[in-house]
């Protein structure tokens, strides 16, 4: 059958009985079946083309499947001759045909002896055979994770490390790429020298290539390698100078190569914070900057990530990310009328509010970004984004606190006069979620909700000053109230309740001694147990320590 009677033939399958088309299939089939046993080269040659044509042919996809598992030992037997080449390529050539069903068939299909007899085939000096060996691979790698797993346990990352070196043919390299790619999803585990020779062939295409179809399946490859691989991936990156080419491509114009190499930086931060210096040290900050004015969404939402990572790192770091107006862009997307968007700026500013120094988090703060962020912790219901927020609401009302009562010049500071009105804002803006979330399912939630409404009060953020094992919370007397004018019952109410939480602190110290950190997260500066009355000394005034002596229940 020529190649116009197959292509007719498969044009008219809607004319022809089904019965009448099954029929001159298997005839088909079965002729071109005995001319691949002739003794003939040419003959049995053409049997492949034909073999080809028919089942390229769009029509009877079980009938092919089943004929197709048939033809496969035939076909095995001719890769293994290497005297006669030709009949190698087709028959390579009728394989990557195969490799495109789907199903259990395709399992069938792609047995041991099949994979390894490709996997040899990627190793031959042919290039074109070597083209179609390592085409068939890739498919049966991006079928399912049981054939990628299959394929890499017999030895094809090797040999495509070997291909792409050694190739002539641009599109020999891209499918290898290709293949590679497929090869490296986020489910599978690689094995023996697998891994290795991986980042080899990674790292040499992505610093030897500007093929843009190259680069974006390297960087796809390199991404997935990376989850993958874990902590072990660190000197695979920085050794091999494959930071600094990422960095360079999150700049350039592709949109295909920016994604990837954007989320393999910040895989790459992920896996350990020590990464932070060696990614800013590459100078990704300028590219960030050019990243965050983009109109692509998800590229913003992606920067914007890698932005909060880089702000859990030290305040060494940290400064380097608020020096660069980054903070400014962070402000003005949460503000953006993409959901995504918002939440991912709001989450890089919370971690600037809680990981920074006191000065960072003021700096941070001077940006009026505290209305904004209130406004998308309304809007969310992300469980680990409330919590995030709350705590950097928290960390903002304890800073803005401690700021203003160490400033020497706080009447007439700026810093100070917008600190003042960050509770105002807050209450405005989220006093009722707050309230709800006080009462929510989830006891993190609830904890730090009550945390910021504590803060929230002037007269608990007062109290909670007075305590000497809390951090100092008071600002300024307000000019408008005079705390000689509370009522003696309300102040013998609030001396009675510093006295019960001060007691069970001292009742948890003297039951815990051997507890390494028994003052709210500070070293104990005692040894052992200290005497009752040693303690109460230090760290009580003669009211509190009579009331305290009344109540012995606390030391029972």
Same mark, same amino acid.
């Given at each position: ?123 031959? =000096? ?6 179609? #060996? *390592? &085409? $068939? @691979?890739? %498919? /049966? ?26 190739? =002539? ?6 499918? #290898? *790429? &290709? $293949? @590679?790619? %497929? /090869? ?373």
């Amino acid at each position: 059958m020529e190649e116009a009677d197959v292509k007719s033939f498969g044009e008219e399958q809607l004319l022809i009985p089904s019965d009448t088309l099954l029929s001159s299939f298997c005839e088909e089939f079965h002729k071109l079946s005995q001319d691949l046993k002739d003794s003939d080269l040419s003959t049995r040659k053409i049997a492949l083309e034909k073999f080809r044509l028919l089942f390229s042919s769009p029509f009877i996809e079980e009938v092919k499947k089943e004929k197709g598992l048939q033809l496969v030992p035939t076909l095995l037997l001719l890769l293994a001759d290497d005297a006669y080449q030709d009949l190698q390529y087709e028959a390579a050539c009728l394989l990557t045909t195969f490799s495109c069903f789907s199903g259990d068939i395709l399992r069938k299909f792609a047995t041991k002896d099949v994979v390894k007899h490709l996997v040899g085939l990627v190793n031959m =000096s042919n290039e074109l055979i070597c083209e179609q #060996a *390592v &085409w $068939t @691979l890739g %498919n /049966l790698a991006g079928n399912c994770l049981e054939l990628a797993q299959r394929v890499l346990s017999l030895g094809a990352v090797p040999a495509i490390n070997s291909l792409i070196r050694r190739a =002539s043919r641009l599109c020999t390299v891209k499918l #290898a *790429v &290709w $293949t @590679l790619s %497929n /090869l490296c999803q986020r489910d599978t585990s690689f094995e023996g020298e697998s891994e290795k020779h991986c980042w080899s062939a990674l790292s040499w295409l992505i610093n030897s290539s500007d093929d843009i179809e190259i680069l974006t399946d390297t960087c796809w490859s390199l991404q997935n390698l990376c989850f993958v691989s874990g902590g072990s991936c660190s000197d695979s990156l920085s050794q091999s100078g494959i930071l600094g080419r990422l960095v360079d491509l999150v700049s350039s114009e592709e949109m295909s190569i920016k994604m990837p190499a954007l989320r393999t930086l910040g895989i790459f931060i992920c896996h350990n914070p020590w990464h932070i210096q060696i990614v800013l040290n590459c100078g990704i900050l300028s590219a960030i900057r050019d990243l965050l004015k983009h109109n692509n969404e998800s590229l913003v939402m992606d920067t914007c990530w890698v932005v909060s990572l880089l702000s859990e790192g030290s305040c060494y770091q940290i400064q380097f990310v608020i020096k660069t107006n980054i903070p400014q862009q962070l402000t003005c997307l949460m503000k953006s009328e993409s959901r995504g968007i918002r939440e991912e700026a709001a989450w890089a500013v919370c971690n600037l509010l809680t990981c920074g120094t006191q000065e960072q988090t003021v700096a941070v703060l001077n940006l009026n970004c505290t209305s904004d962020l209130c406004a998308v912790l309304v809007s969310e219901l992300d469980i680990d984004f409330l919590r995030v927020a709350l705590s950097a609401l928290e960390r903002a009302l304890r800073v803005s606190i401690n700021f203003c009562s160490d400033c020497e010049f706080c009447q007439g500071c700026s810093s100070c006069e917008r600190l003042k009105n960050l509770r105002i804002d807050i209450e405005e803006s989220a006093m009722t979620t707050l309230t709800e979330l006080s009462v929510h399912h989830n006891a993190q939630l609830s904890k730090f909700s009550l945390r910021v409404l504590h803060l929230l009060s002037a007269d608990d953020a007062a109290e909670t000053s007075s305590s000497p094992f809390s951090p100092r919370l008071t600002s300024k007397p307000d000019r408008d109230r005079r705390r000689g004018s509370e009522s003696p019952e309300k102040t013998l109410r609030t001396v009675e309740h510093q006295v019960f939480k001060t007691g069970l602190k001292l009742k948890n110290l003297l039951k815990g001694a051997k507890r390494s950190k028994p003052f709210g997260g500070k070293q104990s500066p005692f040894k052992g147990v200290p005497p009752p009355l040693f303690v109460l000394d230090h760290v009580l005034d003669r009211r509190v320590m009579g009331a305290l002596c009344i109540n012995e229940n606390l030391f029972r």
